[in-house]
């Protein structure tokens, strides 16, 4: 089993749909949650960083972290053609460079308008 | 300012070639990273620095050897490279306190093709 798992896609949704991203992990040590977004052929650029179960909102991203059930999600409202890209979750032990940041494959989401 | 610099942005070299990439931050991070990505993959790790101290080598082959010349840039020296090293390098940079502020910024990459 891996340690975290995403699913890859593609995911394809009309302009201005609700977009639900989902990673699983197994590692229940994990504490620092992050999402990333990368566009073709450019570097990740940070979204969304947790530390805690619950929610974490900016602007019209939301991002979900059930310890419980080691799951993460990420959630973009009013979706834009400008939000397609592949978002990677990421996951570590905890803060500091001792520890690995763990990636998820990658979802591959296109915005149609 | 949470930019991460990375210069060249495309390099194509040959196999007998010796080149490097460099990373600039000016966020005042103490950690900085390297990591190579192939198509359609996740990142992966290949250095960290910390304080300017190698503190992890993902037994990344003696062909790179990674440099820190000070606290805000990082070096990737490439030397008889092989095709399949051909990718995105990706820079990254944390502040290394720890704790909850410990986020890794990434800069846009280099992309290296070896012939």
């Known amino acids: 089993q891996k340690e975290v798992e995403q699913d890859p896609g593609p995911l394809s949704v009309p302009e201005g749909a609700i977009v639900s991203l989902n990673c699983t992990y197994s590692n229940s040590a994990f504490q620092y949650f992050m999402w990333y977004r990368q566009y073709s052929r450019k570097g990740p650029e940070l979204l969304m960083y947790?530390?805690?179960?619950g929610n974490k909102e900016d602007g019209r991203f939301t991002a979900q972290v059930d310890k419980s059930s080691k799951y993460i999600s990420l959630f973009i409202r009013d979706s834009q053609p400008s939000d397609s890209a592949t978002y990677l979750c990421a996951m570590s032990l905890s803060g500091g460079s001792n520890y690995k940041l763990t990636f998820g494959k990658g979802t591959l989401l296109t915005v149609n308008p | 300012d949470t930019e991460v610099t990375q210069t060249p942005k495309h390099l194509v070299m040959g196999m007998t070639n010796k080149k490097s990439l460099k990373c600039e931050q000016h966020m005042g991070h103490r950690a900085m990273y390297w990591y190579k990505q192939k198509a359609k993959k996740p990142p992966e790790l290949m250095f960290v620095y910390s304080y300017e101290k190698l503190s992890i080598n993902e037994s990344v082959p003696s062909r790179f050897s990674p440099e820190c010349p000070n606290s805000s840039l990082l070096n990737l020296h490439l030397h008889a490279l092989q095709p399949e090293d051909s990718a995105l390098y990706l820079c990254a940079s944390s502040q290394e306190e720890g704790g909850s502020d410990d986020e890794q910024f990434f800069g846009p990459g280099t992309r290296l093709t070896v012939l």
């Open positions: 947790t530390y805690s179960s």
